[in-house]
């Protein structure tokens, strides 16, 4: 009911259709001339009054726009997931795999403000990106990109994710990082995946926006990417 409200009134404000912008435009021009002579009548007429009006409507203009500014801000930053996924839980440590920055930015700002570390590998058409990032993000401690050297290479993945894992800050363990396999090529998150699955660590993947069946350039919300063994009907083992 509020939605077919808002699209009729939403007619009388819209040049698009003449005759029912007319009649919207007549009706804030008498309500403004109300306001303002309700105010008058309040305040006095006089000029220093009227400066006073005049003022206060600019901060309550003012006031306004950056309210909604701010609640539009938070909507961009915490786009809803809207995939019927579970998203993780979050992490102090995080890897991922380096293309565009826009992912990586999304699968860090999740995490925070748990997040403590950051594991980036890159390929030389990407490791620009990747250093970006480390000089971007200086509230984590980064290590050096890890570069592969072949993209289609996904045992090359595989041996640089287990390297990280066997080689975590002291007093960490596997449970305090996930994986995001969201960048690079399809081999490389293949590495990845089967380098997690190996050790039973958890993986992520963050999902690009679509609006319009187009990539909006924006990315939505990590979800959690569940590898351990389930029971079907028939009592055998199956993997998700």
């Known amino acids: 009911m509020k939605k077919n409200f808002d699209q009729v009134a ?23 001339n109300s306001v303002s002579q309700i105010l008058s009548n309040i305040f006095g007429d006089s000029v220093e009054a009227s400066f006073r009006i005049a003022l206060g409507s600019v901060l309550i203009f003012g006031s306004m726009v950056w309210v909604l500014q701010k609640k539009l801000e938070k909507q961009l930053q915490s786009p809803p997931l809207n995939l019927d996924k579970q998203p993780p839980v979050k992490h102090r440590g995080l890897i991922l795999l380096v293309s565009r920055p826009e992912p990586c930015k999304a699968a860090i700002e999740f995490h925070s403000p748990v997040l403590e570390r950051c594991w980036l590998i890159c390929s030389q058409s990407t490791l620009s990106t990747a250093k970006e990032l480390k000089q971007e993000l200086t509230q984590l401690q980064i290590a050096d990109p890890i570069v592969v050297n072949d993209v289609y290479d996904p045992i090359e993945f595989f041996r640089a994710v287990k390297r990280i894992y066997g080689n975590l800050p002291q007093g960490w363990n596997g449970e305090d990082v996930i994986s995001d396999f969201t960048g690079m090529t399809v081999l490389g998150s293949v590495g990845m995946v089967l380098a997690c699955r190996s050790l039973g660590n ?26 351990k063994p389930q029971s079907n009907n028939r009592g055998t083992q199956t993997n998700s």
């Open 10 to 32: 939403g007619v009388f404000f819209s040049p698009e259709t003449l005759f029912p912008f007319i009649i919207g435009a007549i009706f804030l021009a008498v309500l403004g």
């Open 202 to 227: 958890q993986l992520q993947y963050t999902p690009a926006e679509f609006k319009e069946g187009k990539p909006s350039g924006r990315s939505l919300m990590p979800i959690e990417i569940v590898l």
